[in-house]
């Protein structure tokens, strides 16, 4: 018998059919594996921050694990010819009450609805991240104490420069909801 023809007696198929059908289980496993390392980082994406004590920082993730999920994709998910591969990439903060409030509170472009404050933790928890990522942290300290000195109805003398005036019973709604989302007081 020829090799590549010969029938194995256990399966009744040539050893040639026998490598075409390896080489789909490789495939499949490598497919298998890549839909596990997906499924990895979505439940990374969907986890909860534990809740932290009392004024002790809490922690957010911004994103998802490092990882090569899809190739020419913008950020938005848009398909774009030409554009370079984009990862995800873990962001990990630790950040106060203080911060937490002042993200929420005075990152431009990010407005948190009244209904949004009083029940809904992931848009809370996705104004956070978009607030983290669009804004300057090493910059954060001053605007922090500001926005606990509002939330403490003891406002500085004057705010940080270019902080727009935000209305007390949103700075208090803002502050709860921090609150039940992540645990930490001011």
């Not at 994406?45 to 190739?71: C, E, M, N, Y």
């Not at 956070?128 to 003398?157: E, G, I, K």
Request: contains cysteine; glycine residues 10%; aromatic residues 4%.
């Amino acid at each position: 018998m020829e090799q590549g023809t010969a029938q194995d007696a256990g399966l009744g198929i040539t050893r040639s059919e026998l490598g075409v059908l390896l080489d789909h289980l490789r495939e499949i496993r490598k497919s298998i594996s890549g839909m596990e390392r997906r499924i990895d980082a979505l439940e990374s994406a969907a986890r909860i921050p534990a809740v932290s004590k009392a004024g002790q920082p809490g922690t957010v993730v911004a994103s998802g694990p490092v990882g090569r999920l899809v190739d020419n994709v913008d950020v938005l998910g848009d398909p774009e010819p030409g554009a370079p591969t984009r990862v995800t990439v873990d962001v990990c903060s630790h950040l106060s009450f203080g911060e937490l409030l002042a993200l929420l509170l005075f990152t431009p472009g990010l407005n948190l609805l009244w209904s949004e404050l009083e029940d809904d933790d992931v848009a809370v928890r996705e104004g956070v991240s978009f607030a983290v990522l669009a804004n300057d942290l090493l910059a954060l300290d001053d605007r922090a104490d500001y926005a606990v000195s509002l939330y403490r109805r003891r406002p500085q003398a004057c705010a940080p420069a270019g902080l727009p005036e935000v209305d007390p019973t949103y700075v208090y709604c803002v502050g709860q909801a921090i609150q039940r989302v992540y645990g930490v007081t001011a």
